[in-house]
């Protein structure tokens, strides 16, 4: 992997990022790997993981007994049924010129806007699981008060988990959310049904799960280092008469899987759309 860029270093003021789990964790390791000084950061999390702990030692501050005075940027990283319990409590935060970046899947601007004072800048992203390994992909949405300084700021702290998208329509927010938000689920869906496909069709159940796991993966990462589309690749291996054929003709057949993950994309934006709040 390639060593990322410092785009943190000149970052300046505090940034208090509330809840370090899997997400906050996630972007705590990589602000830190684009040279955020852990001085610069303090962290709000009631279960602190030893290596959170461990960063107390390069000067990070965690639980702050007093007052943290305004912050250049306050990233929310908690579960969204806990938002309405801590959202509210850190207007005192928010100051004039800081950004607040919420990662809570469903929780709308306007939640954050009625939680926090007035002038807040906002962005709710919503990121994706595989953020855990810095090969996410989150998509940003700003409220009206955010300048270009705190998107371009939006951009590098959410880049440390991945790729990031801007999007200027809230709702668009739902389909994201049921297309790449859900998405890695539909991926590991794929896995678990071709290695139930290989039992069916004679293999021993370790090995199909060992090939269809190491297809997936590989597949992946092919996409992810080629310049070439999905459709392009899938073509490229598929020779006219040939067994990928074959298994194409079913899988984009009617009621194939096109149709299959439209339906399925479609009834995630639809809950994802009755959940908002
Ligand atoms: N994981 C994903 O794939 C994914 C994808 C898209 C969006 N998100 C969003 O990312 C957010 C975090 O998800 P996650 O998977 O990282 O969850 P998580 O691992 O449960 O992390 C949330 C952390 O926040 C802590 N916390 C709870 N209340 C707090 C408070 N008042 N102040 C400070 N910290 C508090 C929790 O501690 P306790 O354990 O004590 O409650 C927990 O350690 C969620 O809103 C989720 O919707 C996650």
Redesign the pocket.
């Known amino acids: 992997m390639s060593v990322p860029q410092k785009t943190l270093s000149k970052f300046s003021g505090h940034l208090l990022l509330?809840?370090?789990?899997?997400?906050?964790?996630a972007m705590l390791d990589g602000w830190i790997a684009r040279g955020l000084n852990p001085k610069k950061i303090v962290v709000?999390?009631?279960?602190a993981v030893k290596t959170v702990k461990a960063l107390k030692r390069r000067g990070l501050t965690l639980n702050p007994k007093g007052k943290v005075a305004g912050a250049t940027a306050v990233v929310i990283?908690?579960?969204?049924q806990?938002?309405p319990?801590?959202v509210p409590?850190l207007a005192s935060y928010v100051g004039k010129g800081t950004l607040v970046l919420s990662?809570?899947?469903?929780?709308t601007i306007g939640f954050l806007e009625k939680s926090l004072p007035a002038a807040a800048a906002i962005v709710r992203a919503?990121?994706?699981?595989p953020?855990a390994i810095g090969r996410g992909i989150a998509v940003a949405c700003p409220n009206g008060k955010v300048s270009a300084r705190q998107r371009k700021l939006a951009t590098d702290l959410l880049a440390a988990i991945g790729k990031v998208e801007w999007v200027g329509d809230e709702a668009l927010m739902d389909a994201v959310t049921a297309l790449s938000?859900s998405g890695?689920a539909y991926v590991f869906l794929l896995a678990e049904a071709m290695t139930q496909a290989g039992i069916a069709a004679g293999l021993p159940a370790d090995l199909a799960a060992r090939l269809a796991r190491e297809t997936v993966a590989g597949s992946g990462e092919l996409l992810h280092r080629s310049t070439l589309d999905a459709a392009m690749l899938r073509q490229n291996v598929t020779s006219p008469g040939g067994t990928t054929a074959a298994a194409l003709d079913v899988l984009m057949g009617p009621g194939g899987f096109d149709a299959l993950l439209t339906k399925a994309i479609a009834a995630a934006t639809r809950r994802s759309r009755e959940l908002a709040g």
């Not at 509330?18 to 964790?25: D, E, I, S």
């Not at 709000?44 to 279960?47: A, F, K, R, T, V």
């Not at 990662?103 to 929780?107: L, T």
């Open positions: 509330v809840g370090a789990g899997k997400m906050g964790g709000i999390e009631p279960q990283a908690v579960k969204p806990t938002a319990a801590a409590l990662i809570m899947a469903g929780r919503m990121p994706n699981t953020a938000g890695p």
